[in-house]
C-alpha cells in the first residue's frame, strides 16, 4: 500500500508543473460565463469518489433547489462511499430537494455504502448495469503499531480522564471495554443507516440481512430486492427524469467552461489517486 502511496506522490510531483502550467492557462482563455445556463431546466450533479466532505455538493443541490427554471436533478453516483456525516448530509439534502423537484439516482459505477446513503430519498434510482450497488454497513478501523513502535524505540505517554478517551488508539490493543464501546457506536451508526434506507425504499425493516449486512449487488439483484427501481444507461436515466419533469424540451445546465475544466481536474485527480493507492478496480469485479 505504501509503495503505491509513493506512486501516487511521485506523479503529481513529477506533473505538478505541467497541470499547474495547464490551469493558468484555464484561467486566462477560458470563458466565465454561459448563456445556456439561463434558459436551462436540467441539472447534473456529480458525487464521484470518497465522500469526505459535503459541502460543494450541499451548494449545487441547494443552488438546484432554490432555481425555479430548473425542474428536475440527475445525481450522477460513482463512489464507494466514505465518511458517515457527510453521506447523511446529502442523503437528507437530497430528500429536500426530491420534495420540491424530481431527481433521479443514477448509479454509473458504484452505488455503495455512504453513496448509496446519499442516493436513498431520490424519486427514482437507475443503475448501469455493469454497477455495484449495496454495502450497506459500518467499518471502524485502527492499526495497532504497537510492535512497529517497540521496534523503533518509541514509547507514547498518555494522560487521559475518561475510560474510553483513548479508545480506537492505534499504538497499543484495544481493551475488552474499548472495543464494545466502538462496536456500540457502529451498532447506532448501522442501525440508523438500515432505518433511513428501508423508509426511503419502502423496505421491511425487519428483513434488514437480505438487503443490508454489507451486501454487494449486482443491479440484477439489487432490483429484486427493491434498493433500485430500474437498471438502464445513462440515456434512460435521462429519460426518465424528462418524464418525471415533464418538460417539454429538455435543456441540461452547463456549467462555466472554467468550472467544467477544474471540475474534470479534480475527479481525474482524485480518481488516479485512489488508483494508485488502493488499487485498480476490475472491469468484471
Known sequence: ??????????????????????????????????????????QEIK??????????????????????????????????????????????????????????????????SGSYYSSIYATKIVANPGSIIGSIGVILQSANIKELLDKIGVKPQTVKQGLYKEAGTPTRKWSNAEREEL?????????????????????????????????IFSPIRAKKIGLIDEIGVMSIAKKDLIELSKVKKPIWRE????????????????????????GLRSSIF
Do not use: C
Open 1 to 42: 500500500m505504501f509503495s503505491r502511496i509513493s506512486k501516487a506522490i511521485k506523479w503529481i510531483g513529477e506533473h505538478f508543473k505541467g497541470l499547474l502550467f495547464l490551469l493558468i492557462v484555464a484561467l486566462i482563455f477560458i470563458p466565465k460565463g454561459s448563456t445556456t445556463s439561463q434558459i436551462a431546466n436540467l
Open 183 to 215: 462496536e456500540q457506536l457502529t451498532k447506532d451508526t448501522y442501525e440508523l443507516f438500515i432505518s433511513d434506507v428501508a423508509k426511503a425504499r419502502g423496505l421491511d425493516l425487519n428483513s434488514s440481512d437480505k438487503f443490508a449486512n454489507a451486501h
Open 47 to 112: 458525487l464521484f469518489g470518497t465522500i469526505s466532505d459535503a459541502n460543494e455538493i450541499l451548494k449545487e443541490i441547494e443552488s438546484a433547489k432554490k432555481n425555479p427554471k430548473i425542474k428536475g436533478v440527475l445525481l450522477n453516483v460513482n463512489s464507494g462511499g466514505g465518511s458517515v456525516p457527510p453521506s447523511i448530509e446529502i442523503s437528507y439534502a437530497i430528500r429536500e430537494l426530491a420534495k420540491k423537484k424530481p431527481v433521479v439516482a443514477y448509479a454509473s459505477g458504484t452505488m455503495a
Open 255 to 278: 456549467k462555466p467552461k472554467l468550472e467544467k475544466f477544474l471540475d474534470s481536474f479534480k475527479e481525474k485527480s482524485t480518481l488516479l489517486i485512489e488508483n494508485s493507492i488502493f
